[in-house]
């Protein structure tokens, strides 16, 4: 099985609003619904599950009938406090409903406000995991990186050629990611920061598909802005 999952568990406080920011529009129409349809008309994944705060959960069944979605296609679960305790929700709800995860259960796990995300990175991400465990799009960095320790000062400048710029969606062996969180410590679950890490601290190798300068994260006003200017250029093509 091929599964999908949209972490939607924040509360937006980057964006000083009253909406959680996969609430926020872009054109008229919320960015968590532009993301499902996106993963939806893909028609590659068997199931997409969506892991929401359950004061929204009644909210985002409103704004999918509104948008005439495919309910029965569209599973919701609860989502945790950090982004930790929502992939381990959704992977619960994955292997309780459907059974435990086998050889060829996949997941790739989406962020809620990245609506631009490609056919191409998805597709590019399944079938990496036919070769490895656990995959990532990236983007190769192109500014000049500083490392600072503390305050402004510069202590060096990492050679940029080998740093990447880590995206959504986070692509997994379903079983791999089972075991890694049985596995952490609580004290490794104190420093993960994002979705990939928490197979690298079991010293599972993470690999790269690329990424896309369009699969931007809407996590400020500026993004909204270009999130607009993205919408008006699909439009247009």
């Known amino acids: 099985m091929k599964y999908a999952a949209i972490l939607a568990g924040g509360t937006g406080k980057r964006m000083s609003s009253a909406l959680p920011k996969q609430f926020l529009e872009l054109q008229g129409e919320a960015i968590i619904i532009r993301t499902i349809r996106r993963i939806l008309s893909s028609a590659l994944f068997d199931k997409l599950v969506i892991a929401i705060h359950p004061e929204w959960k009644s909210y985002l069944e409103e704004l999918i009938a509104k948008a005439a979605l495919p309910a029965a296609d569209i599973l919701i679960t609860e989502g945790g406090k950090e982004r930790l305790d929502s992939i381990r929700n959704t992977t619960g709800f994955i292997t309780r409903t459907f059974g435990p995860a086998g050889e060829k259960d996949y997941i790739v796990i989406f962020d809620a406000v990245r609506p631009f995300v490609s056919r191409q990175i998805m597709q590019d991400s399944l079938e990496a995991l036919t070769r490895h465990e656990a995959v990532v799009a990236a983007l190769p960095a192109v500014d000049t990186m500083l490392w600072i320790e503390e305050g402004t000062r510069v202590d060096s400048m990492p050679q940029r050629s080998k740093l990447f710029h880590g995206q959504a969606p986070d692509s997994f062996r379903l079983g791999t990611l089972c075991k890694a969180l049985a596995a952490l ?6 420093i993960i920061t994002g979705t990939a890490q928490i197979c690298m601290l079991k010293g599972i190798d993470i690999h790269t598909i690329p990424g896309d ?10 993004d909204i802005q270009l999130g607009e200017v993205l919408c008006q250029l699909e439009n247009q093509s």
């Not at 410590?185 to 104190?190: D, G, L, V, Y």
């Not at 300068?213 to 500026?222: A, D, L, Q, R, W």
């Open 185 to 190: 410590t609580p004290e490794e679950e104190q």
């Open 213 to 222: 300068p369009k699969n931007i994260k809407v996590t400020t006003p500026f």
